[in-house]
């Protein structure tokens, strides 16, 4: 059975430091398109990171609003991606998702390419 588990979302003065993680049971990553998006009261869902190995390297790529100050990595022997978020704003609150889909390009915001989702982990940044 495919799932997605995260963990590691929670309330942060903001500057603060947070670090999500996403672990994935039942399929491997390799060839997986990775992405966390994340979605504000009010807003539309967004993609923030993206990495992907499907050229055989790793590859990222940010939403220029995160750049610089979130990271996002992979372990490949315990299935899990991360996502560092640093130097966190109050417009960084939201409900963050992770999301795979099997060869998906790094940056692609469609969600319908995306074939699994995790269940989602609140961030707040407020102080």
């Known amino acids: 059975q495919v799932q997605l588990a995260e963990s590691g979302g929670g309330l942060v003065q903001p500057g603060g430091s947070l670090r999500l993680t996403c672990t994935a049971s039942?399929?491997?990553?390799?060839?997986?398109?990775i992405a966390w998006f994340r979605q504000a009261p009010g807003k539309e869902r967004e993609g923030v990171a993206f990495?992907?190995?499907?050229?055989?390297?790793?590859?990222?790529y940010y939403r220029d609003s995160v750049k610089g100050r979130f990271m996002i990595f992979r372990d490949s022997f315990d299935n899990t991606v991360y996502l560092q978020m640093n130097s966190l704003k109050p417009e960084d609150t939201a409900v963050y998702y992770c999301?795979?889909?099997?060869?998906?390009?790094?940056?692609?915001?469609?969600?319908?390419?995306?074939?699994?989702w995790g269940q989602g982990t609140q961030v707040t940044v407020s102080s």
């Open positions: 999301a795979w889909g099997l060869g998906v390009r790094v940056g692609t915001q469609d969600e319908g390419e995306y074939d699994y």
């Open positions: 990495i992907n190995n499907v050229d055989g390297d790793d590859t990222t």
């Open positions: 039942g399929f491997a990553q390799d060839y997986y398109g």
